[in-house]
């Protein structure tokens, strides 16, 4: 028997609440650029791992730190003229049987195409400078994580999830998204959207870095404002029908000359830094008005991290859970170190909506504790956001 709990409180499910705060940082966000090269890096090794030996080893690469460089946009170019600089560190194993695993080629090659990938107009060459401090895990460590059967918890930490995202939410995270897919050029990745909900107004603060290459003066700039504008509230609208109001790039200053203007699209040119598990929740929002952890999950393996595995896993229960009509559903998962993470210390399931959904849910949390495993595979095929 495992140790699950569900309870149904008498509180107020968040839609129908007074207040609501959603935050999502974008792709291009220095924090969640960190996220995303340590989970790319982490896949990497995982691959790499599985390769040689048929398993993935021990490793943990989610300290990943970006300190801004410095850049002069102008209208119709610029340039970048101190290199953002990206450290890549945590621990993975780099020895086997005397033979050396070139993990930190494997992590600066992972890095440099996951920047490829997702920003446009960042030259790799140039724009940024790559350096590794990956060392070997700690020993005790690893004697947990290379233990045969279900995989035994690297930490005592604890995971949240919960479901369904409120509309609020929604708006936030698809904003965000569409904005990159909207066939705005000038837009570059590194977009933030806040959300505020206050009864049935909702109000977007959005910040998008413009790229100056696709600026030729400051009244393009206002006219693709103006265009991004009229856009996303075309968007909100077929998203709610509550009454949202959108403002974007709230530091300008015309009169002084002051826009949010990127050679690169994103803030990092210019002195802005990032850390791992300092921006989105796995779930891709921050959400001051739902159960979250602390812990970052991107980067964190796949096997035997609970920071990493019952945040993901916490999120798919509670996703099942609400689709059987729960109204609302938080699940939280608690570990202890060298336990069995299949045995949880507690799984605390909070469920508004029918009671007679609590056999079902048990049901749900028996499942997905018993296919625990099922997260590390989907983790390695990319099929798992983290951030």
């Given at each position: 028997m495992r140790n699950i709990v569900i309870e149904f409180p008498n509180t107020l499910p968040l839609e129908k609440q007074v207040i609501e705060l959603v935050e999502r940082k974008g792709v291009g966000h220095p924090d969640s650029l960190c996220d995303g090269i340590a989970e790319s890096v982490s896949r990497a090794l995982c691959?790499?791992?599985?390769?040689?030996?048929?398993?993935?080893?021990?490793?943990?690469?989610?300290?990943?730190?970006?300190?801004?460089?410095?850049?002069?946009?102008?209208?119709?170019?610029?340039?970048?003229?101190?290199?953002?600089?990206?450290l890549l560190g945590g621990r993975a194993t780099t020895?086997?049987?005397?033979?050396?695993?070139?993990?930190?080629?494997?992590?600066?090659?992972?890095?440099?195409?996951?920047?490829?990938?997702?920003?446009?107009?960042?030259?790799v060459g140039s724009h940024v400078e790559i350096e590794q401090r990956l060392g070997q895990g700690s020993s005790d460590l690893m004697g947990v994580f290379g233990q045969e059967g279900i995989p035994r918890a690297n930490d005592t930490s604890f995971g949240a999830g919960f479901a369904p995202m409120s509309t609020t939410e929604r708006?936030?995270?698809?904003?965000?998204?569409?904005?990159?897919?909207?066939?705005?050029?000038?837009?570059?990745?590194?977009?933030?959207?806040?959300?505020?909900?206050n009864r049935d107004k909702i109000k977007l603060t959005i910040a998008c870095a413009i790229v100056s290459r696709y600026i030729s003066d400051m009244d393009n700039y206002k006219s693709v404002m103006d265009k991004l504008h009229t856009k996303l509230n075309s968007f909100a609208s077929k998203i709610t029908d509550k009454d949202v109001s959108i403002d974007i790039n709230t530091a300008d200053d015309y009169e002084k000359s002051i826009i949010y203007l990127t050679v690169t699209g994103i803030s990092a040119e210019q002195g802005d830094d990032g850390s791992v598990g300092?921006?989105?929740?796995?779930?891709?929002?921050?959400?001051?008005?739902?159960?979250?952890?602390?812990?970052?999950?991107?980067?964190?393996?796949?096997?035997?991290?609970?920071?990493?595995?019952?945040?993901?896993?916490?999120?798919?229960?509670?996703?099942?859970?609400?689709?059987?009509?729960?109204?609302?559903?938080?699940?939280?998962?608690?570990?202890q170190i060298g336990k069995p993470i299949d045995q949880p210390l507690i799984a605390s399931i909070h469920i508004i909506g029918d009671k007679r959904l609590e056999r079902k849910a048990r049901e749900i949390v028996d499942y997905w504790l018993e296919n625990v495993t099922k997260i590390t595979e989907m983790c390695v095929k990319g099929e798992l956001t983290t951030f």
């Open positions: 691959k790499e791992y599985i390769t040689r030996y048929g398993k993935i080893l021990h490793h943990n690469t989610d300290q990943v730190e970006i300190v801004g460089g410095r850049a002069e946009p102008e209208f119709g170019g610029g340039k970048v003229i101190k290199p953002i600089y990206i020895w086997v049987d005397k033979k050396m695993i070139p993990v930190g080629e494997i992590a600066i090659n992972a890095t440099k195409e996951y920047l490829r990938k997702n920003i446009k107009n960042l030259n708006l936030v995270l698809e904003t965000e998204k569409y904005i990159l897919k909207s066939g705005f050029k000038e837009v570059g990745e590194d977009v933030k959207v806040m959300g505020l909900r300092r921006g989105n929740r796995a779930n891709g929002l921050i959400t001051p008005y739902r159960p979250m952890s602390l812990e970052a999950t991107s980067g964190k393996n796949p096997v035997n991290h609970v920071g990493k595995i019952y945040n993901l896993l916490s999120k798919k229960i509670a996703e099942e859970i609400a689709e059987e009509g729960a109204e609302q559903v938080h699940v939280k998962l608690l570990s």
